[in-house]
Every structure is written in C-alpha cells, then in structure tokens.
C-alpha cells in the first residue's frame, strides 16, 4: 500500500513538472551549418515550429514575442501553429517585428483541424490519425492570408525565390505528408545552381519525402512535428517519432539520407514550441526554438 502511495505520488509530481514547468520552460537552440557558398556572409534562420497556439499560452506568446531581438535575416515557421480558431491574430500580434523579415511558411495537420481528446498514450503506440478527418475546421487560410500579407512566402506545394541577408535563395515545400496533402509533382526538378542556397521547408520529416528533396539538389531540409518525442527517456531519447524518421533524428541537425557521402542535404528537425492541448506535457525535452546560423562550406 505505502509503495503505491508512493508511485502515485511520484507520477503526480512527474505529470505536474511536464506539464506546468516545462512545458513553459523554453529554449533557443543554435547550430551552425556551413551550407552556403565560399564568401558568403553568415545567414541567420530563425526556425519555429508546433506552436498549437491557443489564446491563453501567454508565456509562449511572450517567449515568441522576445525572439526577434535575435535579428535573424530569415524566419521560417515550419507548421502546427494554431490550435484554436481564435488563435491566428494572437500569433500574428506575437510574431509582431519578425513579420517584417523575409519568412517562409507551410502548414501542419493541426493548422486546418480542431485537436481532438485522445488517450496520451495513444502518441506513444504509433503515428496518429489525423488523415482519417476530410473537413479542415480552423482558420489555416486565415493564418496563411496573414503570413502572406507580410510577405513570408507560402510554401505549400510551392516552389520560389527569396532574397534575405543579401543572399538568393531558392525555396521548395510541401504542404504536410502526415495527411496525404503533399504534392511534390508540383515543384519537382533540379534546383538551380545558380542560386546561394537551395532550401526545402516541410512539417512533418518524411524519410520518401526528404528522398526527393535530396534528389533535387536542395542543400538545407527544415520540418518540425515531431515535438523531439514530447517525451524522452534519460539516456534513451524519445519512444517515438510520430513519421517515418529514426528516432535519433527525431530533433536537431543531421544529414538525409541518415547514413552516406558529404553531398547529403542537412536536415533540422524542430521539437518545437508546444503540444497539443490534449497531451499538454514535456519531459525531459523542453519546448523550442532554434537559430541557425548558416556559414561557409567547409573545403
Ligand atoms: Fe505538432
């Protein structure tokens, strides 16, 4: 009796720090790339991901608020921003100044559908099934009409050009494979070599995906929705990836393919700003945002 007063006691302590501490207890990750041509000045790419904002996350709203003291030259926000139909101004307000940079954006599940109960657990036992719902019910032309308004690109089974920090950058996305709406017919060729970057923005790391973007040339993958696990256990890293990723790439800088020669692409996988209201809970992988500070190839 006393050890399972004990275990709930323990459990309860566990559920209330994931949940209330750090949940809110973001960081800034930095990485450097050397991705970029010879000479080039250094580009900083302000990389944001899963907010699944609801109106009444004003820490997270402040923490995204503070983010554009950074200066990045370039902001992308790689899906799963809202959570709630009322929450595309609030994000807006929040992205305040850094709307006024060069941006780029592409959608998540969770931008066009309400988050739903489920049993936590679920996250843990396999993929989730958002593609089984066929009637989007959030505002996602609401956000993308006011990312687009700023001039952040929309990079949903789209493919264009943007200058930022003085550089041409050729950009390629797809909207979100997680539920099928992924077309990369639509943007598929070589990329241009002319360009000083070729960069692929997408929300969920699908390894057939990224094949293709590798193909094509691209030097830099962005994607988020794996929120790093959500949950990760100390010297294991997390149970899941809710995709096709590995779990050792489940957040952070890697390469695509995992495993071959120097000309792979590099990939960043965001753990993201937050989680769905209904499995509101971190552990031991603390929300975030990263600065990625991209610089000459090596050699
Ligand atoms: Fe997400």
């Avoid at 007063?5 to 949940?19: K, Q």
């Avoid at 994000?91 to 709307?99: I, K, N, R």
């Avoid at 945002?289 to 610089?295: E, R």
Wanted: aromatic share 6%; net charge neutral.
């Amino acid at each position: 009796m006393r050890a399972l007063t004990l275990a709930a006691v323990a459990g309860g302590a566990a559920f209330g720090y994931a949940s209330v501490i750090e949940r809110n207890w973001f960081a800034l990750r930095r990485f450097e790339i050397p991705v970029l041509p010879a000479g080039a000045e250094p580009l900083r790419v302000l990389h944001l991901s899963d907010a699944h904002l609801s109106p009444g996350r004003h820490r997270l709203l402040s923490w995204i608020r503070s983010l554009d003291a950074l200066a990045p030259d370039l902001v992308v926000n790689t899906g799963d921003s809202i959570a709630h139909a009322a929450a595309v101004q609030p994000l807006l307000d929040a992205l305040g100044p850094l709307l006024e940079r060069p941006g780029v954006f592409v959608y998540g599940s969770n931008d066009l559908y309400s988050p739903v109960p489920k049993n936590p657990l679920a996250y843990l036992l396999g993929p989730s099934s958002a593609r089984k719902r066929t009637i989007p019910d959030l505002p996602w032309a609401e956000l993308g009409a006011g990312l687009g308004a700023a001039g952040w690109m929309d990079a949903n089974n789209a493919r264009g050009r943007i200058k930022a920090g003085g550089l041409d950058i050729e950009v390629g996305g797809v909207h979100d494979s997680h539920i099928n709406r992924d077309r990369y017919q639509q943007i598929a060729g070589p990329t241009d070599p002319a360009a000083d970057l070729r960069l692929a923005v997408m929300h969920s790391p699908e390894p057939r995906v990224m094949d293709l973007f590798a193909a094509d040339g691209y030097d830099l993958l962005l994607a988020g929705h794996t929120h790093g696990g959500q949950v990760c256990v100390p010297t294991f890293g997390t149970l899941v990836t809710n995709c096709g990723i590995e779990r050792e790439r489940a957040s952070g800088l890697s390469r695509h393919p995992l495993r071959g020669g120097q000309d792979r692409p590099w990939l960043h996988v965001s753990a993201g700003l937050g989680t769905s209201p209904w499995a509101p809970v971190r552990f031991n992988c603390r929300p975030e945002a990263s600065l990625l500070t991209l610089v000459p190839r090596i050699g």
